[in-house]
């Protein structure tokens, strides 16, 4: 799915391996979406402190987010969104986001 996600990547099968291996600095994790033992979608996330305008606050942050088209509209990708948010809530994050285009797009703040 990685390579469906990124497919203009190049090293997608060295970073898998250094994943699973511990090596791989970012995604910190990876969750993934599966339908009757099929993987349908995934999520790769990082915990930053560095988002612009989010400077120094311990971020979720989804990497990419990727749901097999013949999935999509079924709310797998809101499902994979909010387990990843709840996996940022759970390492003390105070944000989650994302970007597009080099622009945050998600920018939900916890409540304390």
């Given at each position: 799915?990685?390579?469906?996600?990124?497919?203009?990547?190049?090293?997608h099968?060295?970073?898998?391996?250094?994943?699973?291996?511990?090596?791989?600095?970012?995604?910190e994790?990876?969750?993934v979406?599966?339908?009757?033992?099929?993987?349908?979608?995934?999520a790769?996330?990082?915990?930053?402190r560095?988002?612009?305008?989010?400077?120094?606050?311990?971020?979720?942050?989804?990497e990419?987010?990727?749901?097999?088209?013949?999935?999509?509209?079924?709310?797998?990708?809101?499902r994979?969104?909010?387990?990843?948010?709840?996996?940022?809530?759970?390492?003390?994050?105070?944000?989650?986001?994302?970007?597009?285009?080099?622009?945050?797009?998600?920018?939900w703040?916890?409540?304390?």
């Open positions: 799915m990685r390579r469906e996600l990124w497919p203009d990547g190049d090293d099968d060295v970073e898998i391996a250094a994943f699973f291996v511990g090596l791989l600095e970012e995604p994790a990876v969750l979406a599966e339908d009757d033992g099929l993987l349908i979608g995934v790769e996330l990082s915990l930053r560095d988002v612009a305008g989010l400077e120094g606050r311990l971020t979720g942050y989804v990419g987010l990727f749901v097999r088209p013949a999935f999509r509209g079924r709310d797998v990708g809101l994979l969104l909010r387990a990843s948010q709840e996996w940022a809530r759970e390492r003390g994050c105070v944000v989650f986001a994302s970007d597009r285009a080099g622009r945050v797009v998600l920018d703040r916890f409540s304390a």
